[in-house]
């Protein structure tokens, strides 16, 4: 049956475009798009002007399961997903235990199908157990749909295990995303160092760790010739590096957290553990130059980094929380504040959240074109509100933009033509 969704602001990241017109979605898929008014037959939504864009594909988003469902788990992480306008979300292997066989990949993969409305495309660990020791069975689990490796916020720290892992990746042609942190340096820090660090007393890591784990990766690839994804660039000291890389035209590409993006080092305040995240919030500075990259294609992908954590998590002195916060809500009404300050345009703030990363990782969605899947969001990127993290569908709580004044709200969602969000309105 064939569904029109008609008088829209058609964002085409494609394209870099905006146009006014309308979408047909028949069989799951994008049958037509019509620029200006529709005259053809079929029922007809009337978007009222709103903006239509591919769905968000999210990159680096963790659900808890196995091992921890009562942070987050398929069921509650599609929901809050399709009420942020994320059509697929790609999973990290940082669970409990780790996904690094193909047995647990089966398990997670099994469950995301029954229990989640959006899609979900997991990820597999690069070592067993994230240990940093020894390769997984990489070809094995590419086999049975793992769509990257990565050992997460774990840096593999032995360079000939790192070089090994990443060989083998690239004879594969699988893609490896790494953290760029050097752990070293890292361990145990809980603020980016500075005046700000020191006057509040907590342990800091130098953003030089960032522009060393990266060199050292870069290095790697060079050697290897493998695909490489850096999933947070944070600091203004790395990008050099970055586009060095890219320039001598090795296969990289590079992510930034919409919480880099939009928070910076001074929202700690009075030690408030909600924006305790993984690297930690940076300078005013480097928030700005990595606003930079993304407008130019630089950094090509931004992401939520979703990672719940229960209260008894974050109730903690700062030092000792845990670091994260989720994100699959907050993600489009945060990176509005990108627009609605000036610094990017829809195209390009949609070529960043949906087209690259389909692109990065083979996926056929984050197009507005003919025969794309009929992912889509439908949205109402001035619409006010205050954020009251009780009213989340994550199972966890932990936004930094609890009580903020924000502006972006999804009206809509749709995957593979079918709507999903709001929940009322869904065909199951």
């Not at 942020?84 to 199908?113: C, H, M, Y």
């Not at 690259?356 to 109402?380: C, H, I, S, T, Y």
């Amino acid at each position: 049956m064939r569904t029109v969704l008609a008088n829209a602001r058609l964002i085409d990241p494609e394209a870099g475009r905006e146009i006014f017109g309308a979408v047909a979605l028949e069989a799951g898929r994008i049958s037509e798009i019509v620029d200006g008014d529709w005259s053809g037959d079929g029922p007809v939504l009337d978007c009222s002007g709103k903006c239509l864009a591919p769905g968000i594909v999210d990159v680096g988003v963790k659900v808890s399961e196995p091992g921890e469902r009562h942070k987050e788990s398929f069921a509650s992480a599609g929901r809050a997903a399709a009420a942020g306008g994320v059509t697929t979300i790609v999973t990290r292997p940082d669970t409990t235990p780790a996904i690094d066989t193909p047995e647990v990949l089966e398990f997670v993969s099994r469950r995301a199908a029954e229990d989640s409305v959006v899609r979900v495309v997991p990820m597999a660990a690069l070592t067993k157990a994230r240990a940093g020791r020894e390769m997984t069975e990489i070809g094995f689990l590419r086999d049975a749909g793992a769509a990257a490796f990565t050992d997460c916020d774990r840096v593999i720290a032995d360079t000939k295990v790192a070089s090994r892992a990443l060989r083998y990746s690239g004879a594969l042609g699988a893609l490896v995303i790494g953290h760029v942190q050097d752990p070293g340096l890292s361990a145990g820090a809980a603020a980016t160092s500075g005046k700000f660090a020191s006057l509040r007393g907590l342990p800091g890591v130098s953003p030089m760790a960032e522009r060393m784990a990266l060199d050292r990766d870069i290095a790697l690839i060079e050697m290897t010739g493998a695909r490489y994804h850096a999933d947070q660039i944070t600091t203004a000291r790395a990008l050099p590096a970055l586009e060095r890389a890219k320039r001598n035209g090795l296969d990289i590409t590079a992510g930034a957290s919409i919480h880099h993006l939009t928070l910076n080092e001074l929202d700690v305040g009075a030690y408030r553990t909600f924006f305790k995240i993984k690297p930690p919030l940076r300078s005013e500075e480097d928030r700005l130059a990595i606003i930079e990259a993304v407008a130019s294609g630089l950094i090509d992908i931004i992401c939520s980094m979703h990672t719940p954590q229960d209260e008894e998590s974050k109730r903690l002195p700062f030092e000792e929380a845990a670091s994260g916060a989720v994100s699959l809500e907050t993600l489009l009404p945060a990176a509005m504040r990108l627009v609605h300050g000036g610094h990017l345009d829809l195209p390009t703030l949609w070529r960043a959240l949906s087209l690259n990363p389909a692109q990065r990782l083979g996926l056929e969605g984050g197009r507005l074109a003919k025969g794309a899947p009929a992912d889509l969001v439908l949205f109402d990127p001035d619409a006010p509100f205050v954020m009251d993290r009780f009213t989340l569908r994550s199972k966890s709580k932990n936004t930094p933009f609890d009580g903020q004044r924000m502006e972006g709200r999804v009206l809509g969602t749709w995957v593979a033509g079918r709507r999903v969000f709001p929940e009322e309105m869904s065909d199951a």
